[in-house]
């Protein structure tokens, strides 16, 4: 089921729903190697929350062995070396050609798979995170799984779990 893990979240001091959410990487759900398809990224963005302007904020960076997590698909990440694209277009280009009536924005922070998630890197990604939402935007934080980097965020920018609805 794509996305993965898809779930929402409210800021911890209040039980209004906030429209933020978490999920796995595309593909995510057919396994966690191997290249993913255009199609099941086509899913991905179809299984998205609808609404207005998506803001999509990337941690996918490396693996604990350097390689990109965006090395599983037909586009690239920004942070990539040119040698590591082999010309694939940017993630963000790759949905505007692939799906111009959606409304998606990414946003990079490229983070290490396994590892902890920086302090900086989480100052920068909550005050993303904040900016997006005042602008009445739907945000997509992802990581590889779905999990574990984009929970230590949501715990920094004081966010828990809404299971009323995702």
Not at 12 to 25: E, H, I, Q
Not at 84 to 92: D, I, M, V
Not at 102 to 124: A, G, Q, S, W
Request: aromatic letters at 10%.
């Amino acid at each position: 089921m794509e996305p993965y893990k898809l779930r929402r979240w409210r800021r911890s001091s209040s039980f209004d729903p906030v429209p933020l959410f978490t999920c796995g990487r595309p593909g995510r759900s057919k396994g966690n190697q191997g290249a993913v398809p255009d199609a099941v990224v086509d899913k991905w963005v179809h299984g998205l929350p609808g609404g207005s302007t998506i803001s999509v904020v990337s941690l996918l960076g490396r693996k604990p062995n350097g390689l990109s997590e965006y090395s599983f698909y037909s586009f690239c990440g920004t942070f990539e070396t040119p040698a590591e694209t082999k010309s694939r277009p940017p993630f963000q280009q790759w949905l505007e050609q692939r799906h111009p009536k959606r409304r998606l924005e990414v946003i990079e922070h490229p983070t290490t798979d396994f590892k902890p998630v920086p302090r900086e890197t989480l100052v920068v990604v909550a005050r993303d995170i904040d900016h997006h939402l005042s602008m009445g935007r739907i945000v997509v934080l992802m990581d590889s799984g779905g999990e574990t980097r984009t929970r230590q965020v949501c715990k920094y920018a004081a966010f828990v779990e809404d299971p009323r609805s995702s």
